[in-house]
């Protein structure tokens, strides 16, 4: 099946359930992805940059607390590649819990 053909609805709500959580900006995603343009934006970039996002910190900041280098997460966050299921595991818990991420700093 090809892309503008895509139910935006069923393939979000599969990739929903799939990772677990609602991804708010998805469904815009799909539909952009399905008119042909902006850009595609994967469910695990999503986590990455709403993990970031919820522990309030910078780009720098977050890729220290969580011990990567800088330039991996802005890979992440930007598509190049997809962070290791490990990480995805841990990005999910810091959106449910923000406060984790600090814990991760006294740790």
């Given amino acids: 099946m090809g892309i ?3 139910d ?3 393939v979000a709500a599969a990739i929903e359930a ?13 539909a952009e992805a399905k008119a042909g343009r902006g850009r595609v934006t994967t469910p695990a970039q999503i986590i ?4 970031r996002e919820k522990s309030g910190l ?21 598509g ?3 962070p290791p299921g490990g990480v995805l595991c ?8 923000p406060e984790l ?3 991760l700093n006294a740790a």
Wanted: charged residues 35%; aromatic residues 6%; hydrophobic residues 45%.
């Fill in 48 to 51: 990455v940059r709403q993990a």
């Fill in 80 to 82: 190049r590649f997809a």
């Fill in 90 to 97: 841990l990005l999910r818990l810091i959106i449910k819990h």
């Fill in 18 to 30: 799939d990772a677990g959580e609602a991804l708010p900006d998805l469904r815009q995603a799909l």
């Fill in 8 to 10: 935006v609805e069923k």
């Fill in 101 to 103: 991420s600090q814990e």
């Fill in 58 to 78: 910078t780009q720098s900041a977050f890729a220290e607390r969580i011990e990567t280098p800088v330039a991996t997460l802005r890979d992440w966050e930007q």
């Fill in 4 to 6: 503008r053909k895509i």
